[in-house]
């Protein structure tokens, strides 16, 4: 499997239904003469309602969260409620879901195969070969300043808001 490629996502559209995460921050970056600067799915067909509307102005912190995608994997659950995976899973993964289904979305294999213990977790997968993916998400956000140089805006790495 080929290394996994960081791509951003703002932090205030981390839900359930996301748009597709870029993998430069500033592929949300958009002006046009009624809105200035702000941001917004790149997609075409995106429907803009169901994320946050930002307008930008020079020097405005805007968070992002980072994710890889792993690929997707055969599970295979035994009978005896071990189970088996046909590659390797980084280390770094905290996102498990069979067939990309949000809705049995889980942090571990573990959790996955077995449930979590909370009433809104999927059920326990019966023994059989399930289509799994991997990913990470960030714990924390990254901060970056909106900045205009030459009349392009773009994002840059920063601390946060001081």
Same mark, same amino acid.
């Given at each position: ?5 960081? @791509? ?46 930002? @307008? ?11 994710? @890889? ?75 970056? @300043? ?17």
């Amino acid at each position: 499997m080929s290394e996994a490629i960081t @791509r951003y996502l703002p932090s205030d559209w981390q839900d359930e239904v996301i748009p597709t995460p870029q993998k430069n921050p500033n592929d949300f970056l958009f002006f046009t003469e009624d809105h200035g600067w702000h941001i917004r799915p790149p997609e075409n067909d995106e429907d803009d309602s169901c994320f946050t509307f930002l @307008r930008l102005e020079p020097g405005q912190i805007v968070k992002f969260d980072l994710n @890889r995608v792993f690929g997707d994997f055969d599970l295979t659950v035994n009978d005896d409620r071990t189970f088996d995976v046909d590659g390797v899973i980084p280390a770094e993964a905290n996102c498990f879901r069979i067939d990309h289904d949000i809705y049995t979305l889980q942090q571990s294999l573990e959790a996955l195969v077995n449930g979590d213990g909370t009433p809104w977790s999927n059920d326990i997968l019966e023994p059989g070969t399930y289509l799994m993916d991997a990913y990470w998400w960030s714990e924390k956000s990254t901060s970056f @300043r909106f900045e205009i140089e030459d009349g392009k805006g773009k994002f840059v790495n920063c601390a946060g808001a001081s």
